[in-house]
């Protein structure tokens, strides 16, 4: 008779990797979706899900493989079975942070359930009294512990169970007793102090203070409740006694937890909130002083990462104190891998993706200290940045644009906020699609705006280019079209034609053509090019040279437009 029924998601980092468990839900749909996703990420080399059916009768549960793909298993050499090496081979193994982090993995869907972090459980009696009283799921984790175990090390699965089932029946036994014992504080913010100091000579005092950190947490339910509850404790360790570090790190844990968690954000603003947003505040969290320093110089950043208030400002405090060093560091680290997902930020905005992007981008630059670090916020950024040059993007970001003039705006926008040569590229070709296209053409050669307006617009399009950082090349052929197309607007209304014949003074004549020459009045080629023929021309008549030598001052005010249409001072 069949029980119940879960999926896991099982992983190979390379061909020749074993499978490694990633993560069990309950949901089909689910399951799959995570694995595709990480074989889209390139997190995987391969992966496989498997659909778990507990049978009552057998008390053990049953696989069948609803998914596998990715690079083939390379074969191993036939070697002797060995004895399976202990991941944790005693209760106190299991209270360190990589062991809490399995915890946290293995046991996601009964946590959510009883709305508790793993830290909790693992130092409540009572729900560890809950949790033994599960046969069924004391098993499923001593299963989902053992199988990728057993295909790495080739020993018996039911004996690694066997092992890992003991090994999980002597974590509760001790939780269980030492409830029963009063080993765990009742911690109190006025005796805080003397039960510090009193917890500090026992031999487990992370394991004896954290049963006293999980029943302050009792009383609340939801991630908010709970930061409430912790951090006047924090905030009263961390102002008095510098020795306390250790009794800090216990209350840091399961704020870490608190924050891992995928919904934790939205119930600690009270509001349901976008990717871009949780990034916002958690890039906040970690750089602080940098995000305030770069949005004194960019407004965008101020606009978009916002400061923060409440709990969330209280540990920011404790953060740029020196404390929660770890909780920043897991930030850190999530950061990066949130910004490598293919989830939009900010789903019912290309625009404010884009600034949000953009944002996250300079602050969490300032914010890297080694190289190591620039270069994997580098990268992130990058990943980040295909999103954004995919078709189902640009098509969002420019769908709303009231004429071809603001689609190429939104377009050279692009290509200056994303990173990456590929990236690079790509927004190019959409810079270069929109240009050739009928749409603009038409737009650019509409004789209801001014020939000086359009060659204005065309130089100011090639201006951002070249700041784009754009790949020489592709960045060379886009400069060469908006040069052919003002060229063509300049020959149809004979612009040199009128502008040597212009009245005025030799002097005005000179500053009228250095701003063609220079690329600032038209987009630099071939009408830049006749405009400084013109200004070599005018340079040697003696009424130039008379004005200039006679006017200093005027001299001054037309050489940075010389040297930017490269005329040297002696012409």
Known sequence: MSGPIHYEVFARKTPASGWALQGAVENREAAISMAEDMLAQNRAAAVMVTKEVFSSESGEFKSFTVLNKGAPEQKKKDRPTQPAENICGSPQELYTAQGR?????????????????????????????????????????????????????????????????????KACTRVISDGRKNLFPDLTLDGLTAQIDKISSH???????GGG???LMKAATTPAGKL???????????????????????????????????????????????LGSGLA????????????????????VSRTLPELTGVLADILKLIEAGHFKAL?????????????????????????????????????????????????????????????????????????????????????????????????????????GCLTGHRFEREIRDGAKSAPTRLSFLAGLQKRLIRAELPEKEAQELRDKLGALGAS???????????????????????????????????LGPVSDLAKAEVMKLLKSPEARTNLMSD?????????????????AAA
């Open 213 to 215: 950190v999980a029943k």
């Open 328 to 432: 920043s560091a897991s930030i850190s680290k999530r950061l990066l891998v949130e910004l490598k997902s293919v989830r939009r930020l900010r789903p019912s905005s290309p625009v404010l993706e884009i600034e949000t992007l953009r944002a996250l981008a300079l602050v969490m630059t300032a914010a890297g200290k080694e190289q190591t670090q620039r270069e994997d916020i580098a990268e992130a950024f990058a990943e980040r940045s295909k999103t954004l040059v995919s078709s189902d993007f640009v098509e969002s970001l420019t769908k709303d644009t009231a004429s071809a003039f603001g689609e190429i705006e939104r377009l050279i926008w692009l290509c200056e906020n994303v990173v990456g040569s590929a990236n690079k590229r790509q927004a190019v070709r959409w810079v270069s």
């Open 228 to 274: 409430e509850v912790l951090l006047p404790f924090v905030q009263r360790l961390a102002e008095s006694h510098e020795g306390w570090g250790w009794a800090v790190q216990v209350f840091e844990a399961p704020i870490m937890e608190i924050f891992a968690g995928k919904t934790a954000l939205t119930d600690i603003m009270g509001q349901e909130m976008d």
């Open 203 to 209: 031999p487990e005092k992370a394991y004896v203070l």
């Open 552 to 568: 200093p001052a005027a001299f001054m005010q037309l050489r940075p437009l010389m040297q930017a249409a490269g005329i040297g």
């Open 281 to 300: 505040i958690l890039t906040r969290l970690v750089a602080g002083p940098e995000a305030k320093l770069v949005a004194k110089i960019d407004p965008v």
């Open 489 to 523: 607007i300049a020959t149809e209304v004979n612009l040199m034609m009128h502008l040597t014949r212009v009245g005025g003074s030799s002097m005005q004549k000179l500053t009228l053509l250095l701003g063609f020459a220079a690329g600032q009045s038209a987009p």
């Open 101 to 169: 982090e399995k915890v946290a993995r293995l046991l996601e869907d009964w946590l959510r359930r009883y709305k508790v972090t793993a830290f909790e459980m693992m130092h409540r009696p009572d729900l560890v009294e809950r949790f033994e009283a599960s046969n069924n799921d004391v098993q499923h984790v001593a299963q989902k512990l053992a199988v990728p175990e057993a295909q790495e090390t080739g020993a018996s699965i039911h004996e690694i169970m066997r092992r890992w089932t003991a090994l999980i029946d």
